[in-house]
Nanobody
């Protein structure tokens, strides 16, 4: 089992950058595929980006391509989401996800563990 704790959210202006972090408990973090999702009130949680166990394969939603980069440091049991050129429509609560069951997480059903989320608000 793994526990995920996100940090790094905040209030920024359009065009700014933020780096979200997700710290995982346990010594088997490298066994998990990881990802980031986001959710706004009244809407379903949506996929943002995912990364394979070793970090060699990454996949991003169209809304994130060219602006967001997911990475991981297995020695620190941490996943990152570097977000550049932020837009007001990126405003959401961002959740870290982990799975033992899939090579890449792109859907809610593939996720085994969730963090509590961190709020990102982008003002225009």
């Amino acid at each position: 089992q793994v526990q995920l704790v996100e940090s790094g959210g905040g209030l920024v202006q359009a065009g700014d950058s933020l780096r979200l972090s997700c710290a995982a408990s346990g010594r088997t973090f490298s066994r998990y595929t990881v990802g980031w999702f986001r959710q706004t009130p009244g809407k379903e949680r949506e996929f943002v980006a995912a990364l394979s166990r070793g970090g060699g394969s990454a996949y991003s939603a169209d809304s994130a391509k060219g602006r967001f980069t997911i990475s991981r440091d297995n020695s620190k049991s941490t996943v990152y989401l570097q977000m550049n050129s932020l837009k007001p429509e990126d405003t959401a609560r961002y959740y870290c996800a982990a799975s033992l069951r899939t090579l890449i997480i792109t859907t809610l059903s593939e996720t085994d563990y969730w963090g509590q989320g961190t709020q990102v608000t982008v003002s225009s």
